[in-house]
């Protein structure tokens, strides 16, 4: 059975960084693209990025270019999301998750296969 568990969300001041973790079982990461996502309060749940299986390819919505970056370390069956510059309207539950084959109109929820249980992110002074 599939098992996503994400870490390394908390509390940053604006213009800190953070870098989520999310650590995968029950699956060979080298065969799913993986993406996260995050959910603010009282807003829909919104695609981030994703990375292709090998990490050759990586996309990124407009509010993360620039200062988040999506990698992963198939040899550990874990992926990450670094955040740097963050800003207060990062402030959300972060989800990770992972889906077969590619990245393709992978800002759709219901393309992706397997989910996390999500790690609060707050950005406040």
């Known amino acids: 059975q599939m098992r996503l568990v994400e870490s390394g969300g908390g509390l940053v001041q604006p213009g800190g960084s953070l870098r989520l973790s999310c650590a995968a079982s029950?699956?060979?990461?080298?065969?799913?693209?993986t993406g996260w996502f995050r959910q603010a309060p009282g807003k829909e749940r919104e695609g981030i990025s994703c990375i292709s299986s090998t990490g050759g390819f990586t996309h990124y919505s407009d509010s993360a270019k620039g200062r988040l970056i999506i990698s992963r370390d198939n040899s550990k069956n874990t992926f990450y999301l670094q955040m740097n510059s963050l800003k207060p309207e990062d402030t959300a539950v972060y989800y990770c998750?992972?889906?077969?084959?590619?990245?393709?109109?992978?800002?759709?929820?219901?393309?992706?296969?397997?989910w996390g249980q999500g790690t609060q992110v707050t950005v406040s002074s």
């Open positions: 998750t992972v889906r077969g084959g590619g990245c393709p109109q992978w800002r759709t929820e219901s393309n992706f296969a397997s």
């Open positions: 029950g699956l060979n990461l080298e065969w799913y693209a």
